[in-house]
């Protein structure tokens, strides 16, 4: 992950509710304590649900409850870092995640909770985000983020101004960028599956997407470290999130009167870019 700079992740992190989560930089992976830490932030931040209206999902609200389901889980994902082979492939992980996914749904529903497929693959996919953050994640562990997935949310799935998220992911779904969508919240196994395959294909075919997109955003503080990429580096899903998603949050920003806190002419280009 070597363009996941400490700057993004504080990027990351600093946007996290609630508050606490921030101590996440000094959790390691290494303690399968740590993992349920993270495990039960995220899960009771609300971060895998934000379903509205009819979808809206009942779901466990005491911490010692929480911690104590996702336990098993996160006993796989300790497993996962310390006592099996890096992915060698994508197809390697892609069978892993479904089995954590899995894991999820079927630890809460025995504690009477009913989840989707669409908030289980986003509680993983964040929460390697969260993991990508320990302090011992980057040092130790970079192999196994390698084929991670990109968490499809309310960023990456509605578009907020970004073209990769607009085009791909929308025509990934229907072909076309002004149908409507399934709610990310709301998606099957193999929706999923397939917008994942697809970002994944896309991402690595256009390498230098990445470095477009940095060149326009030099003048954000959070990217005046983070380096151009070479010409054969291949940017994975799990990267491209990253940053992908600290540029989406700063062209959401607005100012006390309501206007967008970036100039038109900056939105204009980062919205040429695909």
Known sequence: MCIVTEEMRKEFIAGLRPSYAKMLTAKSIGSVNDIVFGATELYLSGTPFHNRGANRQSRMSNKDDVAVILDPLCVKIHHYFFESPAPSHQDGFDAIHKELCEQFLESFKKAGYTHTYGNAQKFINVLFKYLACYEDAERFFKEKFKYCHMALDRYTYNGYRLPFYRDVVYASMHGKSNEKLTAWS?????????????????????????????????????????????????????????????????????????????????????????
């Open 186 to 274: 709301q998606l099957t196994e193999s929706e999923y599956h397939r917008v994942a395959k697809d970002i994944a294909d896309y991402i690595s075919s256009h390498p230098k997407t990445y470095n477009e997109y940095l060149k326009t955003c030099h003048s954000l503080s959070v990217f005046v470290s983070v380096p151009l990429l070479c010409e054969d580096y291949v940017l994975t899903p799990f990267e491209a999130e990253f940053f992908l998603w600290a540029i989406a949050k700063r062209c959401q920003e607005k100012e006390e009167n309501g206007a967008y806190t970036y100039t038109a002419a900056f939105v204009r280009n980062i919205k040429s870019l695909l």
